[in-house]
């Protein structure tokens, strides 16, 4: 009896033991394809992060950052669509009826009657409504009596009658030039500053990681021959992984850059090269859609050699970049699906680095100018 039973849990063992190493390779394979289908889908997400990025690009630099190994897929085609696309477009993600002030205020730089960056005391905030800002530019080195030229547009701004080239009808008090109310008060733009030398380095990094991602899926592909399970890679597998990853890159750069243009960017400047400005904006407290904002100075941290201002521009029509980038994603997923589980890897694992590399080059967003508290209708007094 007792022989009986202990041959009985040999055999239960044995054969649940047959069980799991036949269940082996099917379980392989689902690990394998949740892999590959997870990696591309993560690109979809990361909404605030993206619109933080690109609410802050200024350049043909940025666009190419964002768009090579994007993070936040869905979020630039819709921002795209509520910045510069047509109103059929726009009903179809459902902001049909929705004001461009929102639009304005979640992706644009600029600053109008309708939208204002403001402090609130810890840090510079966009919100829909018009505050009353005036922004002084402090010039170190500033003769009062010769400042006929030294100071120049270097695009032509919008509302000023001025030109391109121009010299800025300022007021001058000392060494403060006082630009008028009528002028884009900008401060984020102006405080978060990044240097062309790292956008470019940046842009040049996102080039070759995506481009080393298509390199290695085509070498692990045709000449190393990995294989798929216990199968060969499908034909289409890499030509849909390369075909989608390309239109989808080529997507994303244009709905950055709609979202780019959509706004207009001014640059006043000293003919002097070594002339350095600084920029002080004197806040008088306010209300603004229920919420209450006190009066502030606040002091630009470090010198600058021209000074930035947005506007909005025209809108532009973004349904070509809209079908690229989804188009290029539903081939990416396809033939990432049917390549080898290491294709997916180095996709995500040039999604990681670019996300990096976009929040090294965004670190200046933490960037807080000297700011005073002032009593409520007496700013310019204490600035004075």
Known sequence: MERWRKWRIWTTLCTLFDVVRAADDPGEEFSNNLFSDLAPLLTLFGEQVAKQFLSQSLTVADCIIFAM??????????????????????????????????????????????????????????????????????????????????????????NQNVEKGDIWPFELFKQHIALGNNVASNIIINLARTRMDVLYGGA??????????????????????????DEAVTWYAYPFTAAGTILLVSGMFICASVIEQCTNEFRFASKDPNQALRIAWIQKGITISEQSFDSYALFQPQTLDNVLMSYPAHLLVTVIGTLLSFSGFVLQFVGLRAMHWSASLFQLGATVLMILVRVLIRWNLTTEPASVRLMKGHELDWYA
């Open 204 to 229: 040049v990094v996102g080039v070759i990681l995506q481009t080393a991602v298509l390199v290695l899926g085509g070498l692990i592909t045709y000449k190393l021959g990995w294989l798929k399970g």
């Open 69 to 158: 190994a994007p993070l936040g897929i869905i979020t630039a085609m819709v921002g795209a669509i509520r910045t510069g696309g047509p109103p059929w477009l726009r009903s179809i993600i459902g902001r049909a009826r929705e004001s461009h002030v929102l639009a304005e205020v979640e992706y644009m730089t600029s600053v109008s009657h309708e939208v204002c960056e403001i402090w609130n005391g810890r840090s510079a905030v966009r919100v829909a409504g018009s505050s009353d800002t005036q922004m002084f530019i402090y010039v170190k080195e500033l003769d009062e009596s010769s400042n006929e030229g030294k100071f120049i547009w270097k695009e032509s701004p919008p």
